[in-house]
């Protein structure tokens, strides 16, 4: 994934639209694995098998919003889930958009579940805060009009904007992005932490781009191990 961003991004070309149904797996073929943590029942159950494809070959479909580069581009992109700080405060956009949905993608897959489960913008940028920190004062002075009412005295106006108490519960129960990722990797869990903190950072300018993100340790390093 982050592979084709590159190749896009080196063509001068925005996806904007960076989502898991807009990836897809190149071949269907699976094999059946043992999936012992759904079940206390033995492996002879068949129930109990989880699918793994046989290739991690994938591609990248759906460029119907995909556009280049220009000065003006501060209209909103990007599948709720996956849309970046940048585009929700009206700060205009360009390549480091479709490296935040990356790093949103690459979240759920390793959990499951869609990082920031909302469909409200100011209770996405208090769930981006709970997991990542406050968002920069820079940032903040500079929303477009449209996001002014979400800032007040110069910090997000949460919890005291929220819609309801069940928003603020929402929020609240979101751990922070390293205590996310622990409790569903194993190991290499110090390099993805590290790789998803680069390509989550809340000013697009800090972000990782995408060749830097593939030259990160949690690609390379068992390649430097051969």
């Given amino acids: ?65 995909t556009t280049y580069e220009r000065p003006d581009q501060n209209y909103i992109v990007s599948t709720r889930h996956y849309r970046a700080p940048e585009v929700i405060l009206g700060l205009g956009w360009t390549y480091p958009c479709d490296i935040w949905s990356v790093g949103c993608i690459l979240v759920e897959l390793c959990t499951g579940e869609a990082l920031f489960q909302t469909h409200e913008n100011l209770e996405h940028l208090a769930m981006m805060e709970r997991v990542l920190g406050p968002l920069p004062q820079h940032m903040l002075k500079r929303v477009d009009r449209h996001a002014e009412k979400y800032v007040r005295r110069g910090r997000l ?14 929020v609240m129960k979101l751990p922070r992005l390293q205590n996310l990722i622990m409790q569903h990797v194993d190991h290499s869990a110090g390099d993805l ?11 697009p300018t800090d972000r990782l781009t995408a060749r830097e993100a ?5 690609f390379t390093r068992d390649q430097l191990r051969r």
């Avoid at 592979?3 to 059946?32: G, R």
């Avoid at 932490?193 to 000013?203: A, C, E, I, K, V």
């Fill in 193 to 203: 932490t590290h790789l998803l903190q680069g390509l989550l950072r809340y000013d």
């Fill in 157 to 170: 106006d949460w919890p005291e904007g929220a819609a309801s108490r069940e928003s603020i519960k929402s």
């Fill in 214 to 218: 593939l030259r990160h340790p949690f």
């Fill in 1 to 65: 994934m982050i592979k084709v961003a590159t190749v896009m991004h080196d063509l001068c070309m925005i996806h904007t639209d960076l989502k898991p149904e807009n990836v897809l797996l190149v071949s269907s073929e699976y094999i059946k694995v043992p999936d012992y943590k759904s079940s206390s029942h033995t492996p002879k159950d068949s129930s109990y098998f989880k699918r793994m494809p046989k290739s991690s070959a994938i591609k990248v479909i759906d460029f119907g919003s």
